[in-house]
């Protein structure tokens, strides 16, 4: 599965890639995230828990920072493990860069799964990967512009 995405998030660069660096606020912005620890400056570790399709899964894994040339980017890689589930296993390059609006946040992901998720089908994991990708946009949005932010976009 490949995804790729951009946002426009209303902070500066410095506190948009503090923010994807700091484990409190990942753990409040991952959808399902129950715990998630750094381990060293590059590499966390988490357990989230996830329902896909039929499917309900806890997964834990590692997450390590690789690439990284702050403020402007790094590529993330994790691992899960989510029992009989099977597994998930990916990617993504995540870049920062200046715009009049704030910081525009652009992603490319690749991601892998196997063992009962695998059998669920592209379609539905693709769609439940993008609708958890924007959940925590939208989380990681409120995160740093406040409460109100979506809601006065929504409504502007």
């Excluded at 750094?38 to 570790?45: L, N, Q, V």
């Excluded at 691992?79 to 715009?99: I, R």
């Amino acid at each position: 599965m490949d995804m790729t995405g951009e946002h426009i998030i209303a902070a500066p660069r410095e506190e948009v890639w503090a923010a994807l660096n700091d484990v409190d606020v990942l753990r409040a912005c991952i959808p399902g995230c129950e715990e998630l620890e750094k381990t060293s400056d590059t590499t966390m570790e988490a357990v989230v828990k996830q329902k896909i399709g039929p499917v309900k899964a806890t997964f834990k894994g590692a997450v390590e920072l690789e690439n990284i040339d702050a403020p402007k980017s790094y590529t993330i890689r994790g691992e899960g493990q989510g029992g009989v589930a099977g597994f998930a296993k990916g990617g993504a390059d995540v870049s920062l860069e200046e715009v009049p609006e704030g910081t525009k946040l652009s992603y490319t992901a690749k991601a892998q799964v196997g063992g009962k998720l695998a059998r669920l089908g592209s379609r539905l994991i693709d769609a439940t990967a993008k609708k958890l990708a924007a959940k925590f946009f939208d989380n990681f949005q409120k995160h740093l512009n406040g409460p109100d932010a979506s809601e006065e976009e929504a409504a502007g």
